[in-house]
């Protein structure tokens, strides 16, 4: 389903209801997986190889997250999603922009997006790296990678549960 420009507000979130019914409670889930291997790692942390398991689960997962949470914004989003490594983090910021922007969330937006593209385009190249290597050293994150991973996870998920309970204020659904 996709939005025309010139549909009303009320249609707008009508086919947004629509699209988005079972989103809350499987981005929950997701969410909740993601949360639970970041504190298996962390407890991990002295069986190295099931430590190193598990925070590349948490990279695959994270992702997921996101991918799942575009692929339900896009659906009725105007965009053409541009699955290119080096732009993942600026078509993610365009797929946002375009879903909330009759909400005037634009700026909150890309106050994100500005710190947080670099780090969305690594996540990318690290998810595509653990799911079909090419060389041993793709099998590898970085300790520094590995450190700021819940960092931004818990940012990506103050944003996207920010903007998804603004949108749903006005209803019976919150995040």
Do not use: W
Request: include cysteine; charge should be neutral; glycine fraction near 2%.
């Amino acid at each position: 389903m996709i939005v025309e420009e010139d549909n009303s507000n009320e249609e707008f979130n009508r086919l947004a209801f629509h699209v988005l019914k079972d989103h809350q409670t499987i981005h929950l889930d997701i969410r909740s997986e993601v949360m639970s291997m970041m504190i298996a790692a962390e407890r991990l942390n002295s069986e190295v190889n099931l430590y190193k398991v598990t925070r590349k689960s948490c990279v695959i997962m994270f992702f997921t997250l996101i991918e799942f949470d575009l692929y339900f914004l896009g659906k009725i989003s105007r965009i053409n999603r541009n699955t290119k490594v080096e732009n993942f983090g600026e078509d993610s910021r365009e797929v946002f922009k375009n879903f909330f922007r009759a909400k005037g969330k634009q700026k909150i937006i890309d106050e994100y997006f500005d710190k947080e593209c670099d780090f969305l385009n690594r996540l990318k190249i690290a998810r595509d790296r653990f799911t079909c290597p090419r060389e041993l050293k793709d099998l590898k994150l970085s300790e520094n990678f590995n450190e700021k991973l819940r960092m931004h996870f818990f940012r990506y998920c103050t944003l996207f549960e920010g903007l998804m309970n603004e949108f749903y204020k006005n209803h019976d659904y919150n995040l």
